[in-house]
């Protein structure tokens, strides 16, 4: 913005400069022309005198006359703007003459010269005219007139001089703007560069803190998120340990073995959750149900606030729509969750609520039916002073190293990008509440529940194959193994990629199922190994790594991929496919 003011500047000083330029040019073109004008008027009025005195002294030279012809000379001396006057006989000897202020009178002309002759020379008009008789020369007269003072010929072109000397000030004047302009342009040029380094470098500072900031989330998680994996860890202990001691009893069994798997899907949940929040990830808004998401949420958030604060949920029956990044709302949601856990130290109750607002005319809302996300807590509160800077970025009132101050910030900018906003009600004493206002999605209905994929549905039958097991952690080898030959396939296990290069070569199987994540040779390097070889080779990979684009871009969008933790069935499901292709 600077730079093209300096440049819109830099264009008038150059249209002015090119005026004042055409002002000292019309100056000088007319000051020429009056000068001009000015030298033949005088030089015509000088000649109109030497013709007259040419003639009357024709009879003074042919009777060699000087007194008469010194009295012609004479007679011209009372003109002011004469400086000399001469009159030469045939030989070029003087035959009279005058001299204003005691001047020698000036040499004849060349004989060269034309019969009639006129020039300047040293600032004067000196001309010379031939006397003659009847087409004899006789001799010549010869005029000088007096020089002209510089200062009689500037008061003669006052209004000329006056514009020339006008314009060449104005001319040294934006001659200085112009180098003025020149230096400030450079300057703004750099502090313009140093403002763009400078906003990179807090551009990638800030992406630094936000991912800092979620990962600080994840570090205040761990507590919650620890007693929770405990509870899951000790219904499948205790389930096996029962197991153990009274295998024999098939309806014991069964019923253990329902609720160790309820506890691996409870588990699974929740690592979903965590790598959702620890992944970096642009804002991606889609049509869904905020009490759906919230509801999926509600062990996760109880867990995070601890034993110490009750979570009520009041969530809105009707299924509104709003178009928002389901995992940035969970992280809105959470942040929230955890600093009015924060606020809260001595316990108290925190309040998730839903509700359609209709808003007319809101100063920062467009008219439109908006969804009210409510998370309130029973807190000590904020003064107008904290509540009025809250979801400035950096702004905390925690202490060093326990908040970045960026997540009030990062709350608002998402309501904001759905289309909505972010508000705080606080009074001290009287608890906070901390309002999201999403915007209804028009025209769209939310996602259904996906329907089971073949993954997910159980087999009518199943089809024996030969299965390569590629797993680097033994235990999970095994067990994967055990699970296939319950299914009744082959399986043939190995415990790294160059393993299975190896027992490829004694012979292919009908499906090799291989981790992503193995120290040495990845997944995705073994499987550009394998189908260089075996082209026509099914893979199906079984891993629990964080980002599954990253794991398509290795190996490709038509690689099959289950995510551990998974059912027998999911397992049988993906061979099953994978091996009809």
Not at 107 to 112: D, M, V, W
Not at 164 to 173: E, G, P
Not at 528 to 554: H, K, M, N
Request: aromatic share 4%; proline share 6%; charged share 20%.
């Amino acid at each position: 913005m600077q730079l093209g003011k300096a440049g819109l500047e830099r264009r008038k000083l150059s249209f002015v400069m090119m005026a004042v330029a055409i002002l000292l040019l019309s100056g000088l073109a007319l000051a020429a022309v009056n000068e001009r004008a000015y030298r033949n008027n005088r030089t015509r009025e000088t000649g109109v005198q030497a013709d007259i005195l040419a003639a009357s002294v024709t009879a003074a030279l042919a009777f060699d006359d000087r007194k008469a012809a010194q009295g012609y000379i004479d007679a011209l001396s009372v003109n002011p703007q004469l400086q000399s006057a001469t009159i030469y006989d045939l030989r070029g000897r003087v035959f009279a003459s005058f001299s204003r202020g005691g001047e020698a009178a000036a040499p004849p002309p060349p004989s060269a010269s034309p019969a009639s002759t006129r020039w300047i020379r040293g600032g004067r008009l000196q001309i010379v005219r031939p006397v003659s008789e009847n087409g004899t020369v006789l001799g010549r007269v010869f005029l000088s007139t007096v020089p002209e003072p510089l200062q009689v010929t500037f008061a003669r072109h006052g209004g000329a001089s006056l514009l020339v000397v006008m314009s060449l000030l104005f001319m040294a004047l934006l001659g200085r703007a112009y180098r003025a302009l020149d230096r400030r342009a450079a300057e703004l040029a750099r502090v313009n560069e140093d403002l763009r380094r400078a906003a990179l470098e807090r551009e990638r500072a800030e992406e630094a803190l936000l991912q800092a900031q979620k990962m600080e989330a994840l570090g205040q998680l761990t507590g919650g998120i620890a007693h929770d994996f405990n509870n899951l860890l000790q219904a499948m202990q205790g389930g096996f340990d029962l197991i153990r001691r009274a295998p024999e009893d098939g309806k014991r069994v069964a019923r253990l073995a329902e609720v160790g798997l309820q506890a691996a899907e409870r588990g699974h949940k929740l690592t979903s959750q965590l790598l959702a929040f620890s992944r970096a990830s642009q804002l991606q808004l889609k049509p869904l149900v905020v009490s759906e998401v919230v509801e999926g949420m509600s062990s996760l958030l109880s867990s995070t606030v601890g034993p110490m604060v009750e979570v009520r949920l009041d969530l809105d029956s009707a299924p509104i729509p709003v178009l928002a990044d389901p995992t940035q709302l969970e992280m809105a949601v959470l942040n929230l969750a955890v600093n009015a856990r924060d606020a809260m130290a001595e316990g108290g109750v925190l309040t998730v609520s839903l509700k359609p607002v209709e808003v007319r005319g809101d100063p920062e809302l467009e008219d439109d039916t908006y969804l009210e996300l409510c998370i309130a807590d029973n807190g000590p509160g904020m003064d107008p002073e904290v509540r009025a800077r809250a979801f400035e970025p950096f702004f905390t009132t925690k202490g060093v190293g326990h908040g970045t101050g960026l997540g009030l910030a990062q709350v608002y900018a998402m309501a904001r990008q759905s289309g909505g906003t972010a508000r705080i009600a606080s009074e001290p004493g009287q608890g906070t509440t901390v309002s999201l206002m999403l915007r209804q999605a028009r025209d769209v209905d939310p996602a259904p529940p996906p329907e089971p994929t073949p993954a997910d549905r159980v087999p009518q039958g199943v089809t024996l194959k030969r299965v390569l097991v590629v797993d680097d952690d033994a235990e999970v080898r095994s067990l994967l193994g055990e699970l296939l030959r319950a299914l009744g396939h082959k399986v043939t296990e190995a415990p790294d990629g160059p393993t299975a290069l190896r027992l490829l070569e004694g012979a292919a199987p009908d499906v090799m199922l291989a981790d992503f994540a193995m120290p040495g040779m990845n997944g995705a390097e073994l499987a550009t190994a394998a189908l260089a070889r075996w082209p026509r080779l099914p893979i199906v990979f079984a891993s629990g790594y964080a980002d599954i684009a990253q794991l398509e871009a290795s190996v490709g969008n038509g690689a099959s991929i289950i995510r551990k933790p998974f059912t027998l069935e999911t397992l049988n499901a993906a061979i099953e496919r994978a091996g009809a292709r």
